[in-house]
């Protein structure tokens, strides 16, 4: 066990800014970077790919269960940036879709489905000098981080961020349809019964509606600093 790294949790609503400030405290400090939404979004991507998603939007549950073993997901990181692979594919580009963000939430909110990526995760943080970002990530994921944030700015600001995202990548999009699919998957991800969104007990809030990406990056710094200074690290 490296006992002079620690765990780093940051949750937070959906494009919360979140991954921006994770990825470059990550780098900033030589830590492992895990995007744990990214990999639910795989999990949707499988399950767009192999006929699991009804033609009415709803999930073969059943399937996608029976199907879990066969799903393989792995990072690779280059030049800096971190791309998501799908039994042996690449598909960072494709998990992005508008069209995954409108599945993923059913999808994560299957038990079975958290089981398994939890599972995961925790062996991708059982060196610890892990940063990793998502919803659960210090309520179930790892309850003892020794740093944990939980992001927040209002949905208008996030819903711009998401469509400035998206178009910038071709994708054809309204920023209506766009503020919809943040409102309706924060919405399923607070009320699932499975590990909810929720704010850990101790973990540091942010709202970062009106801070710049720089003044984000330099308050997660700071926190980080402290948080080692408390650790004695
Ligand atoms: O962070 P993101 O928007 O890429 O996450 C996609 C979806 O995955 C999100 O709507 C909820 C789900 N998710 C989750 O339930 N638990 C996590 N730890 C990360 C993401």
């Known amino acids: 066990m490296n006992s002079d790294k620690i765990i780093i949790a940051i949750d937070g609503y959906s494009s919360s800014g979140k991954s921006t400030m994770a990825r470059m405290l990550a780098k900033t400090i030589c830590y492992r970077y895990i995007d744990s939404g990214a990999m639910y979004r795989a999990v949707t ?7 699991l998603i009804n033609t009415d939007g709803t999930v073969d549950t ?9 799903i393989n997901i ?3 990181l280059e030049n800096d940036s971190q791309y998501t692979i799908l039994n042996g594919v690449v598909v960072e580009d494709r ?9 993923v939430s059913p999808v994560a909110a299957i038990p079975e489905v958290r089981h398994s990526l939890v599972k995961m995760q925790r062996e991708m943080g059982a060196t610890k000098g892990i940063v990793m970002d998502g919803r659960d990530i210090g309520t179930v994921v ?3 981080a020794e740093m944990k944030v939980f992001c927040d700015a209002s949905p208008e600001r996030r819903a711009e961020r998401r469509y400035k995202e998206l178009t910038a990548k071709g994708e054809n999009v309204t920023f209506e349809e766009v503020l919809a699919n943040v409102v309706n998957r924060d ?7 499975e590990s909810p969104l929720r704010c850990a007990h101790d973990a ?20 980080y600093q402290k948080t080692i200074s408390r650790h004695n690290l």
């Open 45 to 51: 991507l499988y399950a767009m790919d192999h006929a």
């Open 62 to 70: 059943a399937g996608l269960i029976a199907s879990l073993d066969d």
């Open 74 to 76: 792995d990072f690779k």
């Open 95 to 103: 998990i992005r879709s508008l069209e995954v963000s409108g599945h």
């Open 142 to 144: 790892f309850p003892d």
């Open 187 to 193: 919405r399923i991800d607070e009320s699932r019964d």
């Open 204 to 223: 540091i809030r942010l709202d970062n509606s009106s801070m710049s990406i720089d003044e984000q990056n330099e308050w997660l710094l700071e926190l």
